[in-house]
């Protein structure tokens, strides 16, 4: 059936690699799977630099003893706390880096399936191997969440992708690429076709593009400073998590869909706008082939149009469904989804399921939207590490309880 470890972390992007150092610092030594820095390598468009402040972009350790600054300084790369776009390679990098200093154990293997078995966790792993645990924390980030374009759905596979498996754009060069959405993932992967050689194509129902920041100045002489951007409302996101989540269910969803959108950076405006054919105000009202090339019948300001193109790539992006995290077992899918659309975690980031954590962007509707970017690692990491240690701690002392009274009850039977 496998060996019996601890405490299983599953991803190891900022959020899951924040979790495990924590755990590992505190001497529970986790098992952690999957590849470094990822989503953030390899389905990033490349030349991407990010919307968020260099301050606001730090993993986070026990001691937050190794922001990015720190990681910069080594490798002799200029920084700056503010007004300094950060490249997406720069970022994994760093991520990467600090996986070998906090996370070493890190195993690059990809998690199959997870079932409930007898009080804790079975985890099976795409080799056939599988091992028991008491723990598991979520840390998968928002790939699995990609929202599809139905609208789509006739085109072959390899004429349309989502923005969230679009990486190196190299291989677009020369063809003609419509792009879905008006938000930051559709506007980064515009500009990206446009450095390797390509015409983008941008369709959008929005009225316009509405780059961030609007009117930095302004907002930095006016409100503070947070690693969310300047505002009042967002340094109550930032510094009270705890707060959003005993608002009401309803009001949590509504905050978390309508208040900082995915509003593209400031940074890639000058190429989208004097590079990109915008379609504002515009559908896509039907797709298919002629000829060989993706149809799309266009409903916009000008009327009914068929635009030809290459290939589709939809940035229509995501929506927490529990049905879509595979790895999950169906009965483990519907214990969770009776707990509603958000997941309803507790304070400490743990599901309806007792020793089953979740964190990164699927916990934004139970703390708010600190917790879709980076800078909310450092509260998801301490928070569910700290559940974590005193549940194995309790574990451990029942364990340890059993076999002194002579009848040994082990977590798992085999």
């Known amino acids: 059936m496998g060996s019996n470890t601890g405490v299983v972390v599953i991803g190891a992007g900022p959020y899951g690699l924040s979790v495990a150092a924590h755990l590992t610092k505190a001497g529970l030594k986790p098992r952690v799977f999957g590849r470094a820095m990822d989503t953030w390598r390899a389905f990033m468009p490349n030349g991407m630099v990010l919307k968020s402040e260099g301050f606001a972009m730090n993993l986070s350790d026990p001691d937050r003893a190794y922001p990015l600054e720190a990681f910069c300084a080594e490798r002799g790369i200029p920084y700056r706390r503010t007004g300094w776009p950060v490249p997406v390679e720069v970022f994994a990098a760093y991520g990467e880096a600090f996986q070998k200093r906090f996370v070493p154990q890190l195993e690059d293997q990809d998690v199959v399936g997870v079932a409930r078995r007898d009080g804790g966790f079975q985890i099976t792993l795409r ?12 840390a998968m980030g928002i790939r699995a969440f990609a929202r599809p374009a139905p609208v789509l759905a006739a085109l072959p596979a390899d004429r349309v992708t989502h923005s969230a498996d679009q990486g190196d754009t190299e291989w677009f060069r020369g063809q003609r690429v419509a792009v879905l959405g008006g ?28 780059f961030y920041p609007p009117n930095p100045l302004r907002d930095r002489m006016l409100s503070p400073l947070t690693p969310l951007g300047p505002g009042w409302k967002k340094q109550l996101c930032v510094k009270l998590p705890d ?33 990109t ?41 995501y929506e927490i469904d529990i049905d879509r995290l595979a790895i999950l077992d169906a009965p483990l899918r519907a214990a969770l989804r009776q707990a509603g659309a958000d997941l309803a975690l507790s304070s ?13 962007t699927p ?21 569910t590490a700290g559940r974590v240690m005193r549940s194995q701690a309790f574990l451990d002392c029942e364990t340890t309880r059993r076999e002194r009274a002579g009848a040994v009850m082990p977590l798992f039977k085999a």
């Open 127 to 138: 080799s056939g191997a599988s091992l028991l645990a008491s723990q598991v924390v979520l």
């Open 183 to 210: 938000g930051a993932s559709a506007m980064d992967v515009a500009a990206a076709l446009h450095r390797r050689g390509a015409e983008a194509v941008a369709i959008t129902h929005r009225a316009a593009v509405r």
């Open 243 to 275: 707060l959003f989540h005993i608002l009401p269910q309803r009001l949590r969803r509504h905050l978390v869909s309508t208040y900082l959108g995915p509003a593209p950076a400031w940074s890639v405006r000058e190429i989208v706008e004097a590079h």
């Open 277 to 317: 054919d915008l379609r504002l105000c515009t559908e896509v009202m039907r797709a298919g082939m002629v000829g060989g090339r993706v149809a799309l019948t266009l409903s916009g300001p000008e009327g009914v149009e068929v635009l030809l193109v290459d290939h589709v790539i939809a940035a229509t992006g």
């Open 348 to 360: 400490s980031f743990e599901t309806r399921i007792p020793g089953l954590f979740m964190v990164g």
């Open 363 to 383: 916990a934004a509707t139970s703390f708010g939207p600190l917790l879709r970017f980076v800078c909310g690692t450092d509260f998801a990491a301490r928070r």
